[in-house]
């Protein structure tokens, strides 16, 4: 069985990380102790897909589909020499079941005690820190859940009134609203332009109402990316300009959002923060926006670090993808949120609060059956799309897992948008080939106002001028992005970028790792530079002589220069993945599929793709039947959170 998975190991198909743990097991284990060895190294493949745990029903029942094996890039090669899954499974004990599984597990010291590296938790398999992480997450919740405020529901309806103006239809912003001030917990989650940023000013407008002749309440804005915390604060900041009726505590609402290491302090050389159990934060409130993207080990560091007392916000897009590291926090808890699921006690409460009832068919008589829910609001109305026109339409109907119209969409979409104007900015392009002539002036076009840029630099050699470039430069980055599902092959980001660089640059991409115009991702935290996974910089001269420097914005809207010989682990940007698009919004969005289908063609990557694009949509693919598997299947979220 090492064998099996040395030979993995050496084929790409699983880490380095994942073989060594499983070599150190087998060295302290006994003989017959194979099958823990295996499933260990399984665990820890799956946490680096992003699963907390392995789901060990699963495993059984879908082995190759549970793990994501052969990878989407397997070498024929290494299909003729590795073995697949469901193989190897059989072939460390007769007969394997998931029932065998599970009695072994019990019975070995891997498992077992107290400290071991293991644990077992209703047929799913952790490595103990991460299973610390969900415990720690599941404690502080149900205390904070059920940590319930004395609130006069008479006198919060006049807040609201005041906010949301009077009620003639039910509002579900408001709903939220009513709903926070209820205990220390609550979660606020919607599409993008469903009204979170809106619903969440007047939610903190209202604590501080509500909060009486106390000192105002000390509230935190923070995102787990430097992005994401860039456009917390500037949506807040134009979403207060706005509100007239909140003049009396507007001074009390903060603007400024940081990313989730900065509020809790990173120490150099260190997973721990600066903020936690024995130095907690600081504030009263914690709003976390796009906390679809928090992973779990993060997670836990916010809840521990926050004081008993202190209430936490979670806004974000259920369904989108979960985070790159392994998490699936949000889309965990509040899986059904679309239902509602509410107690008659929670509806009759918040009915108390409104002139308009909640619909019948959101109470649920065992609504306790779901705690999250009790603390969720969904909403699904979208301001900025409209759901029966072009990105909206594609979004919803994706999210919804319809056929139909995407069928329709799919075989001719520029017929669809001939016949009717709305869906002009959502286009299917069939290409046989990724280097298609069409690609390419479709990428010239995009990318040629972010080339002109680049040529007009400043003549001058004034730093404030020069920055004032770049940053525009990095602005219009935002104008145009190719997304694509996978990382290698033909359709994946890096051939990709690969041929942009050459379309764009010709032979000085090709020569030079480095030169002016490549826009780059950082891919990995690098503390010492205050530089996150998924920052991006722009390569250029501040002078025609000077060296090349890589630009990047500062979340106080700043812009950093440095050397590249300092930046070592970064991927060109002209095409990323969607998984690392979470959190940003590009103007004109191309998503590229691959040929063939890959286990990770579900509909929360194609919606999270779609949901990218603010304004023209682009689908480019050899496949488009790939469209519709894609869309019938759902991410197997992992994890223990939503059990009792
Ligand atoms: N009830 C409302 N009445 C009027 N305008 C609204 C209302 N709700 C939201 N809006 C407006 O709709 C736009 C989108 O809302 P908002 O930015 O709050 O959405 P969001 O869910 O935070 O979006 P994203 O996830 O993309 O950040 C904003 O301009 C906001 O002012």
Known sequence: MLAQLQLWYQHGWIRAIDLSLAQQLAQQLDDDQATVVLLAALVSYQLGRGHPCLD?????????????????????????????????????????SLQNALEVLLCSPAVKPENSPLVLQQQRLYLRRYFCYEQQIKTDLAARMASLQQVNPKHLKQVLDELFGQQQTISWQRTACAMAMRSLFTIVTGGPGTGKTYTVVRLLATLQKLRGQSEPLRIRLAAPTGKAAARMSESIGNELLTLASIDDVKADIPTEAVTLHRLLGTLPNSRGFRHNKDNPLHTDVVIIDEASMVDIEMMAAVVQALPSHARLILLGDKDQLASVEAGAILGQLCEQAEHGHYTPELTNWLNATADVALPADKTDADGENWPYLQH??????????????????????????????????????????????????????????PNHQSVQQMVEEGYAPLLTLIQARPESSSAAETDVWAADILKQLEQFQILTAVREGEWGMHQFNQRISYWLFGDLAADHGWFEGRPVMVTHNDYSLDLRNGDIGIVLRRQPNEPLRVAFATTEGNIRWLLPSRLTQVDTAFAMTIHKSQGSEFTHTVMVLPEHDVPILTKELLYTGITRAKEQFTLLCANPQLVLKAVERRIQRSGGLADG
Request: charged fraction near 25%.
């Open 56 to 96: 060990l029903a699963q495993l059984y029942a879908a082995p190759e589909q549970t793990l994501g094996l052969p990878p989407e890039h397997a070498s024929v090669e290494s299909l003729q020499v590795c073995q697949m899954p469901h193989q190897v499974l059989a072939n460390v004990s007769a007969g394997m």
């Open 376 to 433: 969720t609001t969904m909403f699904h109305e979208s301001r900025r799309f409209d759901p029966n026109k072009g990105i909206g339409k594609l979004a919803d109907e994706v999210n919804r897992q319809q056929r139909t119209w995407l069928e329709k969409w799919l075989r001719d979409s520029d017929a669809m948008a001939a016949a009717q104007a709305e869906f002009d900015n959502i286009r299917m392009r069939a290409v046989s080939r």
